[in-house]
């Protein structure tokens, strides 16, 4: 098989690993990775990374999300989202006196660039080890508030039950962001607490669920995306000629092309016959290559 991303539909309750494992055996490959996780209560895109095409997923991971997501009101969780033990409930007077525009204004403030406090059972590493093992061993975790990107915080159905009010969110958000964080700061926010009930992942970067396919059936030649098509995607691209193809795939450095003299960070090297040779970085005026891909994991 040749080298390739492939784009899956995780199902609830599966970890991001089990995913992998089960791709593994449908692929034929050991070399499988994935391009950042879902929570077992999540569903949604995952990107996969097969042989080769593994070099490639640490360029993917950075790329901007969009989730559909439920946050319900009226409480919190110790993990903030459905999975942890539910904190003290919100009044009923409090939960009846959530308007609108209350609601409306602060879901503003957590949106644009803000300060985000990751979840405690989020895979944050402290000194080596994720927060979440350390809240499995009775550790007390406090993390550190990072900056994070959220474009978009948009409600798109709200619903009043008995104590509790159920957002239905879109939020597009940078890497790192967590929707779980917005569900808890919402309700901080409006002092009735919160934690997410659903989460589905729709989006990362121009990769979009629509053209995933769940576990049962998964036809890999038919949707393997090639190293190149899915580095278009993901990054600026420059077109070599056949000797500056070769060049680079000897890790040799080569003068900048004209359409990449503007463009500061990785960028995607495309040989003739539209093969990934290497991602590349300006270094004055030439590109040096940063990951290279060795024409034989490409079925070159």
Request: net charge negative; aromatic share 2%.
């Amino acid at each position: 098989m040749n080298s390739g991303i492939l784009l899956v539909d995780k199902p609830q309750g599966l970890t991001s690993h089990d995913v992998v494992a089960r791709m593994r055996r449908i692929v034929g490959t050991r070399k499988i990775g994935h391009a950042g996780t879902l929570d077992p209560m999540a569903t949604g895109l995952l990107l996969l990374g097969a042989n080769g095409a593994t070099r490639l997923l640490h360029h993917l991971v950075g790329l901007d999300k969009e989730y559909l997501a439920t946050v319900r009101l009226g409480w919190g969780t110790t993990t903030d989202d459905a999975e942890g033990e539910p904190l003290a409930a919100a009044s009923a007077d409090r939960m009846a006196a959530v308007a609108d525009d209350e609601l409306a204004r602060a879901m503003a403030a957590l949106t644009g660039v803000i300060e985000q406090v990751p979840s405690s059972v989020s895979a944050v590493k402290i000194d080596g080890k994720r927060a979440y093992a350390r809240v499995r061993e009775g550790e007390q975790v406090e993390l550190a508030a990072r900056t994070v990107t959220v474009p978009v915080f948009e409600l798109l159905e709200r619903r009043d039950g008995d104590g509790v009010i159920d957002l239905d969110v879109r939020v597009e958000c940078s890497s790192g962001t967590y929707v779980r964080a917005l569900a808890r700061d919402l309700g901080t926010a409006l002092g009735t607490g919160g934690h997410l009930t659903a989460l589905r992942r729709t989006r990362i970067g121009r990769f979009h669920v629509d053209e995933a396919a769940g576990l049962e059936g998964y036809d890999v030649a038919a949707r393997l995306i090639r190293p190149a098509d899915a580095a278009r995607r993901a990054l600026p691209a420059v077109d070599l000629d056949p000797q500056a193809a070769v060049d680079l795939g000897h890790g040799k450095r080569i003068d900048v092309p004209e359409g990449a003299r503007d463009v500061d960070g990785p960028i995607a090297a495309i040989a003739p016959g539209d093969r990934l040779v290497a991602i590349v970085e300006r270094r004055g005026p030439q590109l040096k290559v940063v990951t290279g891909f060795p024409p034989e994991e490409d079925g070159a």
